[in-house]
């Protein structure tokens, strides 16, 4: 074969699925990897379409059988490994070679690497990827952030491998420097809010006496409607899985112990730098969190008695639907005001319905609210809240008496609930115009003489606590 367009630096789950689809989109493929032992098993994979990928052993290897200008992408795990693998190709590249980091970056190592990497005259893409191994060998949501030369050097190679809505491909670029990476990171906090708000809905209805499968099946139908999503598809299959080696529901034998590396903890950090609530996904990691401490959950069952069971039943089943309905509208309005913060902050000028369109297929937290959040981006949302749209005033009317009713439900019955019960607060926060932080300020200048305003006059005063 001719030089290759590309090469991808690691050949895990995401760089060889990668790699797959873009040598069945008719690129020719430079692949190497930090085990050379996995090439081989590679390219038996790759069957029929070997032809079109070469194997390197060496980083020099790669960089000699890469076209100019060369693409190196790396698929590697963010952090260190990222910056040992851009020390090794770094002298071996040149004026207008383009690097580009695929993984989950931090977006200010992206914003590093791009600075250092632009003053040696080589251009840096941050690449968000989203849709899990299917995704990205059938069609990723890709988010990019870089210099215009590094997008223009491989958007063709992206637009062809990714996601399509109504034929448009959902790569975009996004903005310069972290731009990219940092809109996958507020993704993944999203996901993390969708998915407890998913398993709340799901823990109200275990305890109302409903079994997985049933569950399922609500999700299934409920996936036919307004909260058609990824998630809500998912959710409906793992719920009606059973588990082939005792017969039990699948979700059953899971422990309820959950994992994460670092994404929806990074969205929260960056939130609360950029003054900006992102209480959905907190509640999501602070779940996560909990879910940690197995032993003292235990210990706390025995010392804390249910509540009684004369309250009222578990809402009802379209209560929960427009429940979730709500809470999704809600964790999604508060991810795209951080990114419009974020936007402000690092001088990106983000296009809000360019990113809501990316998102429209290929990634996770793709569903059917996102085709309408891009036309309520593209006509202008009042004061930068998503819930303040037409539609979603809306579709809000609608579904926040249910989720009333839920969170109250829940918490009669002692059942946690979160991310519901932190949505249904956003929405009631943003819905009062006068609150209740005149105290905060009273007792701030109380003990602190931090001062205050007041609301009939302009300047700092201080009330009359000293006696
Ligand atoms: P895997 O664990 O499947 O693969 C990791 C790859 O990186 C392997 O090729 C591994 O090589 C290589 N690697 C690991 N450490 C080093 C190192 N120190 N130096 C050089 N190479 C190294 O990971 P994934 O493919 O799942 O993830 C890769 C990136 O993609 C991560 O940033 C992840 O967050 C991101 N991502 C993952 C998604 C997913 O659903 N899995 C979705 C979206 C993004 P070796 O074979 O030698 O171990």
Redesign the pocket.
């Known amino acids: 074969m001719d030089k290759a367009r590309i090469g991808v ?9 990668l790699a797959l689809n873009m040598a069945e989109k008719g690129f020719d493929v430079a692949v190497t ?3 050379a032992d ?1 090439l081989p098993v590679f390219l038996e994979k790759a069957g029929p379409l070997a032809p079109r990928l070469v194997t390197a052993k060496t980083p020099e290897d790669l960089v000699a059988a890469l076209d100019t200008p060369r693409i190196v992408l790396l ?4 952090g ?3 910056d ?2 851009i020390a090794l190709y770094r002298p071996l590249l040149g004026k207008g070679d383009v690097i580009v980091d ?4 931090d977006f200010h190592d992206t914003r590093r690497r791009a600075e250092d990497l632009g003053a040696a005259g080589l251009h840096f893409l941050g690449l ?6 299917e ?2 060998r059938h069609g ?1 949501s890709m988010m990019a952030g870089g210099t215009q030369a590094a997008w223009a050097a491989v958007s063709d190679i992206l637009q062809a491998i990714a996601a399509t809505f109504r034929g448009q491909p959902c790569a975009a670029h996004l903005g310069p420097d972290g731009a990219g990476h940092f809109v ?1 990171t507020v993704h993944n906090g999203i996901e993390y809010a969708d998915m407890q708000l998913i398993a709340e809905i799901y823990g109200l209805f275990r305890a109302d006496g409903r079994a997985p499968a049933a569950i399922g099946e609500v999700f299934e139908a409920w996936n036919q409607g307004p909260l058609m999503a990824y998630l809500t598809e998912i959710s409906a299959k793992v719920l009606q899985a059973t588990d082939p080696e005792t017969g039990q529901p699948m979700v059953d034998v899971i422990a309820d112990r959950a994992g994460q ?1 670092g ?1 929806g903890r990074w969205t929260v950090i960056e939130a609360q730098k950029l003054g900006q609530p992102a209480t959905t996904t907190e509640a999501a990691v602070a779940a996560r969190a909990w879910s940690a401490a197995a032993a003292a959950r235990e210990a706390g069952k025995g010392l804390f008695p249910p509540p009684d069971k004369l309250h009222g039943p578990i809402p009802t089943e379209g209560d929960l639907e427009k429940a979730l309905l709500a809470g999704r509208v809600l964790a999604l309005s508060q991810g795209f005001a951080l990114l419009a913060a974020a936007s402000e902050e690092y001088d990106w000028s983000l296009d809000l319905a360019a990113t809501a369109e990316v998102w429209r297929a290929g990634c996770i937290i793709r569903s059917g609210l996102l085709d309408d959040i891009t036309q309520a981006f593209r006509v202008g949302v009042p004061h930068g809240l998503l819930q303040f749209a037409p539609h979603f005033v809306a579709i809000l009317a609608e579904t926040t008496p249910a989720l009333r009713r839920t969170v109250a439900a829940a918490a009669v019955a002692g059942v946690p609930i979160p991310a519901l019960s932190a949505a249904l607060a956003s929405y009631d926060t943003m819905r009062t115009a006068r609150g209740t932080t005149n105290l905060i300020q009273a007792q701030r200048d109380f003990f602190g003489a931090h001062g205050f305003e007041r609301v009939d006059a302009k300047g700092a005063h201080h009330g009359p606590w000293g006696g």
């Not at 630096?9 to 699925?17: E, H, I, Q, W, Y």
């Not at 698929?75 to 963010?78: E, G």
């Not at 695929?102 to 970056?105: L, R």
């Open positions: 630096v690691g050949l895990g789950t995401m760089g060889s699925a990897n930090r085990s996995r698929m590697v795990p963010a260190a490994a990222v040992d693998q695929a993984g989950n970056a968000g990827v989203s849709g899990g191994e995704g990205a990723p996958k590396k994404t």
